[in-house]
């Protein structure tokens, strides 16, 4: 026992010899693990499909900067940066416009946590995973969800929304702009006027597609949009970007009950990031590393003149004539980073493609949700994001149960 704590203050360093000296009073019930003992070791490899991107240099340095105070000047300073790339990239003069320390599920969660009492009558288009996830997290908050459901790789015509609106009266519409597990682009010029005329708020999710596909929050009448950082953006994950509109924050700001989350609380998020002119106050911990990297992604994009290129042609999850999501991102130092949708091969299982390129050290991820097991009447799989050794459950399609049912 003496031997390993010695090697272990030795590989660990000076720093942490203390420590060692203080466990050594004691019967230690859990040795040093031996793979801590050992250097990190991480491949170099070429990330290809729609879920991380590799960092840019001035991204990974960023990464690598020593740490400040997440409440000092200097820190408030730079989340002043980062919302006013926010508003760039999105396109929008939102004052309710910051970044939350969480992936992109995180800000879809915080926005409907934030919009939706119980009872409210909430529109979901659920053509692929995402929306799938946004009508599990209504009925959980207690609205009525009203699920607009198409086969993946389809997306929603103003026709077909109009009617949803009109069935249904909803305060809030979901769409995904590119949704990432079939590969399709939905359309959004129109679509928010077309709900404000129901008095229906918008909400657009961009993870997949921010940067690599047009948006313009404002002037398509888009009331909540939000994305994350590690897709086109080239950032880290953990930091995801959302805006609110006046007439979104107003519903907020006049709701009759809490939201269910505390950490997710806009009112709080929304002073924690300077933007409602009071006095900031502590509300959490940041992740100050995480945004430094986010705050030079943005600075990135801020410096360039978006030029987008079409990419090779690949058998396609959508339709021939339908909308899906470019191959490439507008042109950036380093690889494309938003995917499209494509087939592996016919008698070609999408695990064994993957396998083959991680030989290569290329990453292009395999399928979830309901996609999985579609294959158009034929062998082969989509390759869209990542479901590789997923726990049963997790992406729900049918026939499926997640783990709380």
Not at 156 to 185: D, M, N, R
Not at 215 to 243: E, F, W
Request: charged share 20%; aromatic share 6%; net charge positive.
């Amino acid at each position: 026992m003496l031997r390993t704590l010695t090697s272990a203050s030795v590989a660990l360093g000076p720093r942490v010899a203390g420590w060692v000296r203080t466990m050594a009073s004691h019967q230690l019930l859990v040795t040093p693990p031996e793979a801590l003992l050992k250097p990190l070791s991480v491949p170099s490899r070429l990330l290809l499909g729609p879920g991380p991107s590799n960092l840019a240099p001035r991204v990974l340095a960023a990464g690598g900067l020593q740490m400040i105070g997440h409440m000092h000047k200097e820190m408030y300073q730079i989340m002043d940066e980062i919302k006013q790339g926010i508003q760039y990239v999105f396109q929008t003069r939102n004052r309710l416009t910051l970044a939350i320390s969480g992936s992109g599920h995180s800000a879809l969660e915080a926005a409907l946590f934030n919009l939706l009492e119980p009872g409210d009558s909430f529109l979901v288009g659920v053509n692929g995973i995402w929306g799938q996830r946004a009508a599990e997290i209504g009925e959980r908050i207690g609205a009525r969800t009203h699920q607009m459901i198409k086969d993946p790789g389809g997306h929603y015509t103003k026709q077909e929304v109009e009617e949803g609106l009109a069935q249904h009266k909803p305060v809030l519409l979901f769409l995904t702009q590119g949704e990432s597990s079939s590969g399709v682009l939905q359309p959004l010029d129109g679509y928010g006027e077309l709900c404000h005329r129901y008095q229906c708020l918008l909400l657009v999710d961009t993870v997949a597609s921010l940067g690599g596909a047009p948006i313009h929050m404002d002037q398509q009448g888009i009331d909540i949009l939000y994305s994350g950082s590690q897709k086109v953006l080239n950032a880290p994950p953990g930091t995801a970007l959302i805006s609110f509109s006046d007439k979104a924050k107003n519903k907020i700001y006049s709701r009759k009950t809490k939201p269910y989350s505390f950490y997710l609380d806009m009112k709080w998020l929304a002073n924690f990031w300077g933007c409602d002119d009071k006095p900031r106050m502590y509300h959490h911990t940041t992740p100050v590393i995480s945004l430094f990297s986010l705050r030079e992604s943005l600075a990135l994009i801020a410096e360039e003149v978006p030029s987008p290129r079409a990419g090779p042609g690949e058998q396609l999850a959508t339709a021939p004539g339908c909308h899906r999501l470019p191959a490439r991102a507008p042109s950036r130092a380093g690889p494309a980073a938003l995917c499209e949708g494509s087939y592996a091969p016919a008698a070609h299982r999408h695990h064994d493609c993957r396998a083959r390129w991680l030989r290569l050290e290329r990453h292009r991820q395999v399928p979830h949700g309901p996609l999985l097991h579609r294959n158009h009447g034929r062998p082969g799989a989509l390759l869209g994001e990542g479901a590789a050794d997923r726990p049963p459950g997790l992406q729900r399609h049918p026939g499926e149960r997640g783990p709380s049912d």
